[in-house]
T-cell receptor, first 113, second 113 residues
Framework: NAGVTQTPKFRVLKTGQSMTLLCAQD?????MYWYRQDPGMGLRLIHY???????AKGEVPDGYNVSRLKKQNFLLGLESAAPSQTSVYFC????????????FGPGTRLTVT | AQSVAQPEDQVNVAEGNPLTVKCTYS??????LFWYVQYPNRGLQFLLKYITGDNLVKGSYGFEAEFNKSQTSFHLKKPSALVSDSALYFC???????????FGIGTKLQVIP
């Protein structure tokens, strides 16, 4: 089992460019999440999905879009990158909500110049 | 609304001494509580959780946590710290009626040889 994988690991973008971060999980989990981690701010939820074909907004959704066309994949898109989106992005998955813990990917370090 | 607080940015402890990392929470119902650990340049790893039952929960790597409903706390503990325990620790809470998990801002644990 690879668990949760993220692609790419590092990326540098110029302001206004777009990109897509890919998250994949092989645990047949229903729920998937995208977080960003910034110093002193902890983890903040961007968007999440409770099943294939569903998405919902988290705490800080502005400037991001997501899609969950397949159960195992959760894509995070930045349509027009801004320096404020410089961060480390983590994807996570869980069997369902409730009492189930989350499994995290290794992260993507994104710098927007 | 659910929230979690980790009042200490950093905790320093000598190797071999007991350690405590503090967490308090606020939810409207009975909480699901989690602890995660993050090593440098890695994703978060699940340590332990409280769902119901015994207030003392045991988890990975010798860690345990005590749920205290009257004080709305869920402090992480270990009887004897190791240098390898040095990492960033996150407390998280979920209200059973909520699809989302709220994370604290993290506490950096430094174990001094």
């Amino acid at each position: 089992n690879a668990g949760v994988t993220q692609t790419p690991k590092f990326r540098v973008l110029k302001t206004g460019q777009s990109m897509t971060l890919l998250c994949a999980q092989d645990m047949n989990h229903e729920y998937m999440y995208w977080y960003r981690q910034d110093p002193g701010m902890g983890l903040r939820l961007i968007h999440y999905s409770v099943g294939e074909g569903t998405t919902a907004k988290g705490e800080v959704p502005d400037g991001y879009n997501v899609s969950r066309l397949k159960k195992q994949n959760f894509l995070l898109g930045l349509e027009s990158a801004a320096p404020s989106q410089t961060s480390v992005y983590f994807c996570a998955s869980s069997y369902s909500g409730g009492s189930h813990e989350q499994y995290f990917g290794p992260g993507t370090r994104l710098t927007v110049t | 609304a659910q929230s979690v607080a980790q009042p200490e940015d950093q905790v320093n402890v000598a190797e071999g001494n007991p350690l405590t990392v503090k967490c308090t929470y606020s939810v409207s119902g009975n909480p699901y509580l989690f602890w995660y650990v993050q090593y440098p340049n890695r994703g978060l790893q699940f340590l332990l959780k409280y769902i119901t039952g015994d207030n003392l929960v045991k988890g990975s790597y010798g860690f345990e946590a005590e749920f205290n409903k009257s004080q709305t706390s869920f402090h992480l503990k270990k009887p004897s710290a190791l240098v390898s325990d040095s990492a960033l620790y996150f407390c998280a809470v979920r209200d059973p009626g909520n699809q989302k998990v709220t994370f604290g801002i993290g506490t950096k644990l430094q174990v001094i040889p």
